[in-house]
């Protein structure tokens, strides 16, 4: 019989599905906090989805967290293979650019699989708006770091109306930031 331990989240990262995920910084730190390192993480995160075969449908990079929407597919490598290389990667490319080897850069991840399409519709709205319920920028597409733009040129408009009218506001999404 196996127990889940009640201070950490469970990972029940199978390869099959579609996952949300969000991972925080430690202590929050805003360690991602210009340009260059907002567009280097999410450069990463898109690289290897790719490399391990998981197809993205929403992102959102932000200075101190991020989220992800992810499916897998017949040829999908472990989410959490794919998930220890984008920590490891980032995180030693930001202390190799601050000079601070060894520093930990991530505190932990969460990870939900979305089985039910209302779940999975009003998951994928709350990752496009995230930036606009950060206050970061009035319109989700205006984000650089976020899939909003891209969701909007792909997808069918009355398809993005739909989604964009999910309700996010009762949620439950790690992101206390």
Known sequence: ?????????????????????????????????????????????????KEYQW?????AVFTNHYHFIARSNNDSTSL?????????????????????????????????KLTYERSYLARLNYVH?????????????QYRWCSAAWFERVTPPAMVKTIYGFKTDKLNIHDDF
């Open 1 to 49: 019989m196996s127990f889940d331990w009640p201070h950490a989240p469970v990972h029940r990262l199978d390869s099959d599905g579609i996952y949300i995920v969000t991972a925080a910084a430690l202590y929050e730190e805003h360690l991602f906090a210009d340009a260059s390192r907002l567009t280097s993480l999410q450069h990463l995160l898109l690289s290897l989805a």
């Open 55 to 59: 197809r993205l449908e929403a992102w």
């Open 80 to 112: 959490k293979r794919l998930l220890k290389h984008l920590h490891a990667n980032s995180a030693r490319e930001l202390n190799r650019v601050d000079d601070k080897i060894g520093r930990r850069v991530w505190f932990n991840f969460w990870d939900t």
């Open 129 to 141: 708006q995230n930036p606009v319920k950060h206050g970061l920028v009035a319109k989700a597409n």
